[in-house]
Nanobody, 123 residues
Framework: QVQLLESGGGLVQAGGSLNLSCAVSGRIFSGSAVGWFRQGPGKDREFVAAIRWSGGNRGYGDSVKGRFTISRDNGKNTISLQMNSLKPEDTAVYYC????????????????WGQGTQVTVSS
């Protein structure tokens, strides 16, 4: 079992920044991956970013490349998502999730999910 708890969502103006955190506990290993997904109003849940627990490989969805950065704080067992240059279309509930799969960009590969945190970007 892996437990995940997101924090850091809120309301921000377009062009602004937010930092989301995901506190991770339980059976997480170096080969595991932790990812961020988001689900906007009326949309499917989409891949945002993922990182191997070892801190090595990282990947991003096309819509956030160059604006979002995923990282791991080893001392706190947290995964952060730094979001810059936010756009109204980034408005969504952001979920942290964990997987033991090699395919960390596929939603169905994730077995453990947090409750989500709301991010709202005003124009």
């Amino acid at each position: 079992q892996v437990q995940l708890l997101e924090s850091g969502g809120g309301l921000v103006q377009a062009g602004g920044s937010l930092n989301l955190s995901c506190a991770v506990s339980g059976r997480i290993f170096s080969g595991s991956a932790v990812g961020w997904f988001r689900q906007g109003p009326g949309k499917d849940r989409e891949f945002v970013a993922a990182i191997r627990w070892s801190g090595g490989n990282r990947g991003y969805g096309d819509s956030v490349k160059g604006r979002f950065t995923i990282s791991r704080d080893n001392g706190k067992n947290t995964i952060s998502l730094q979001m810059n240059s936010l756009k109204p279309e980034d408005t969504a509930v952001y979920y942290c999730a964990a997987t033991y799969s090699l395919r960390a960009d596929i939603r169905s590969m994730y077995d453990y999910w947090g409750q989500g945190t709301q991010v709202t970007v005003s124009s």
